[in-house]
């Protein structure tokens, strides 16, 4: 059994742990950004295709005590790096530090590599490279006081980047925070769901992801497929199994439907809803949310609306968008269940509603709330 952590937006742990639970993991435990839990290779390759709410799975190879130089290097020489890559390969070392013997990363992740480097060398007279753009071996050092922790990133490239929006919107959400927060609404993924400020369409391609069964992690490539201990039949399965997954849900796609008044974040939405293979499935309009009008009535409004610290200094633009916003779920959605990314707390006042939920959530250095609203109808 290995011993994995799976990292995730801050205020989401519960959300992750219960869809590592959902996937069999073991010993699931939340911690603060994240989860740690147990299971073997196989599982960790599950996790990397089909959590939705997580950035990262991440291999612990070791853990110990850690005062300085040298017991740093026999930590980092006690693994037998040659399991995972040959001197062929390449790799690359991310750290954090805090409260240790070093005052930043760099020294710690020089010493690593020199230990990972050295023991190659010893054995073929040859050592890997090091190449940040796209290592075959991505690892992560943290140390924390006198602990010392050697991570293996399963996927390489953070899991959000789901490969379906080459182009950012200002001030995109992150696919994996928003299929969290999805998520976190308890949607029966039936309902007619509805962005009214829906900028590059974030919530609506995750929403249409959980609908149809769709794995986040069908159609990219990830690290562990590189390594010399990838059991190569048992991601084969599970691929297969997604794929099948995926066409088997393609026809349950609810009505799903988003509107937006820049004609930029328009035109970056429907392109990035082509590419995430939903074309002509999402219906999209432009105007303004107090104008806007769905072809259906939402049973669940999800949205991310501007708010002043995100967009400064366009505060009072973002007043407005709040106002037109409350004027929309008023008109358009009696009976509905609304959800609101609130980065300022003064600007739900301009819904005009009471919430019934108030989630501690962070957006990238924002602290926010996910606030959760029932619409009288």
Partial sequence: MARFYAACTLGLEAVLAEELRALGAGAVAERRGGASFEGDLALGYAACLWLRSAVRVQQELARGQVHGREDLYQLAASVDWS?????????????????????D?????????????DQFRDHTGQRPSVERDRPDLPLKLVLQGSEAILYRDFGGPPLHKRGYRE???????????????LLRTGWDRKAPLCDPLCGSATFLIEAAFLATDRAPGLGRSFAFERWRDVDLDAWRRLYDDAEARAMRGAAQLPVLCGNDRHPGAMAIAAQAIEAAGFGGRIDLQRSDAADYQPPTRPGMVVTNPPYGERLQPDAGSAAASWHALGNFLH?????????????????SRELGLRSFAKVPVWNGPIECRWLGYRIDG
């Fill in 83 to 103: 399991v995972s890559i040959t001197h062929l390969q390449t790799l690359a070392i991310d750290g954090a530090v805090r409260d240790s013997f070093a005052n």
């Fill in 105 to 117: 990363t760099r020294f710690p992740v020089l010493v690593v590599k020199d230990a990972i480097c």
């Fill in 167 to 181: 182009i950012q919107h200002k001030s995109p959400l992150n696919e994996a925070t928003a299929a969290g927060l």
């Fill in 331 to 347: 008109r358009q959605c009696a009976g509905a269940e609304a959800w609101v990314l609130c980065g300022e707390p003064l600007l």
